[in-house]
């Protein structure tokens, strides 16, 4: 008998395709990555190559402070979250997925539950990455009797009242004053999605959470921009954080609107837009009358600061309106003034005539959704009649006349047409 011996070969083998001695210790160190990450000793090429295939669900305690190259961030935040948009966060992947991240820690701590360390232990991760956190909720301690009690209540502000005793959220302070880069904070006191366990105490920002938060931001020195929106912050609590915030090193810009600031409010707002470096004030959608525009008014006349301020929607009338008018015309830094929907008429626009006549410093104003009527718009155009500055004023549904809204509206325009050919004009002389 012959035997006849057969060779079984891979056809695709080829010593080419044998992993270097590199690649397998790149594989190695990839893969022990979580017990030994030994990233910041391989050169830059090799260091690529291992973070291009390291896992996203690594813990952060291992990344956080070691992989810095952004291709591996901008995984993490698209395997996250469907929409990324990487301008708003100084087009950093890793400070949009940090303060994110934190956002939502935060949005769904539950006092008494979650157990602080959650928050706490983050804190050395992300505090060199921080820089604006947007909490947009703050959810409330468990209640064991919750669904016994909300059959016996209705939907009510009363709910608001039993709230009080056990609607306290979680503090801050300790968390914001250990960010030393936060320059932004934006909150909102409320449940997001609550359905059919809606209740107003869910939106309650109570005097401990308010007590709280002062606290926090006084000592938060390099805050730049703060908002407390939609939270029904009322007299009593806008008074301790204007005291807070009065003598704050580093607040430009304050947004408090869709609140319940009454006049009393508005009065501490005054103080601190005279005793504070405060540009930008957005008291927008609350209850402000005339006596709290007129206290506004007299911190305008003293501020050297503001250039914006927001008064939409509020009860300012012709008192208040007046008010604010004679004080632009001493004050040489306000550039925007919005007094939409506050019940003005034609004696507000007649002392506005002199401040277009006047003030050199302003160039927007809204006084849209008020009742200035035909003489009222008479008196804005005569105003305009020398101005060069103003190059927007808002006249929709203010019942001025076709033809002076036409005249008004021409002016304007040329003024803003002059703006435009300045800046292109100095646009093309500056230096190379």
């Known amino acids: 008998f012959y035997t006849r011996r057969c060779l079984t070969e891979d056809p695709s083998w080829s010593l080419v395709t044998v992993p270097s001695l590199i ?13 030994n990450p030994i990233l910041n000793y391989l050169l830059p090429e090799h260091q690529k190559k291992v973070v291009d295939r390291l896992s ?10 070691i992989v810095s190259h952004e291709d591996y961030w901008k995984r993490c935040c698209l395997e996250r979250w469907p929409v990324c948009d990487v301008s708003n966060y100084g087009d950093s992947w890793k400070r949009m997925f940090f303060e994110r991240h934190l956002e939502n820690v935060v949005k769904f701590f539950i006092p008494n539950t ?15 990455y921080v820089r604006k956190l947007e909490i947009d909720q703050f959810l409330p301690p468990l209640r064991e009797d919750q669904k ?34 936060l320059e932004a904070l934006h909150l909102t006191y409320g449940v997001k999605n ?20 002062a606290a926090a931001v ?62 930008t004030l957005d008291l927008c959608n ?7 525009a007129q206290a506004l008014a007299q911190g305008l006349a003293e501020s050297s600061t503001l250039t914006s301020l927001n008064l939409r929607l509020n009860f300012v009338e012709d008192k208040g309106g007046e008010a604010i008018g004679r004080a632009l015309l001493t004050n040489t830094s306000l550039k925007s003034l919005h007094l939409g929907s506050n019940n003005l008429a034609e004696p507000t626009a007649a002392v506005f005539s002199q401040v277009l006549a006047q003030n050199t410093t302003l160039t927007s104003i809204s006084f849209s959704c008020n009742h200035l009527g035909m003489d009222g718009g008479k008196h804005l155009l005569e105003g305009l009649a020398n ?24 002016i304007v325009w040329a003024n803003r047409e002059a703006v435009r050919l300045g800046s292109l004009q100095h646009s093309t002389t500056e230096p190379l």
């Open 148 to 181: 016994e009690e909300r059959n016996d209540l209705s939907d009510t502000e009363d709910d608001a009242e039993l709230g009080e005793v056990y609607m306290h959220h979680y503090d801050l302070k300790d968390l914001i004053t250990a960010l030393p880069h």
């Open 218 to 279: 006084k000592m938060c020195r390099n805050l730049k921009v703060f908002k407390l929106t939609r939270s029904k912050v009322d007299d009593d609590k806008i008074k301790l954080l204007a005291r807070n915030l009065q003598h704050h090193p580093c607040l430009l810009e304050l947004d408090l609107s869709h609140n319940l600031i009454r006049d009393h409010g508005a009065q501490a707002l005054g103080k601190l837009i005279s005793h504070s470096r405060l540009e």
């Open 56 to 65: 996203t669900s690594l813990p952060l305690a291992v990344t956080a402070n």
């Open 387 to 410: 101005n060069k500055t103003l190059t927007e004023l808002d006249l929709r549904h203010t019942e001025v006349e076709q033809e002076t809204d036409f005249l008004i509206h021409e």
């Open 114 to 128: 979650t157990d602080p360390k959650e928050v706490l232990e983050l804190i050395p991760l992300c505090k060199g």
């Open 194 to 213: 609550c359905g059919m366990n809606f209740e107003w105490s869910l939106f309650n920002f109570t005097e401990l959470d308010c007590s709280n938060l």
């Open 286 to 292: 609350n209850q402000i009358g005339h006596l709290g």
């Open 23 to 35: 690649e397998l210790c790149l594989q190695h160190i990839d893969h022990n990555f979580e017990k």
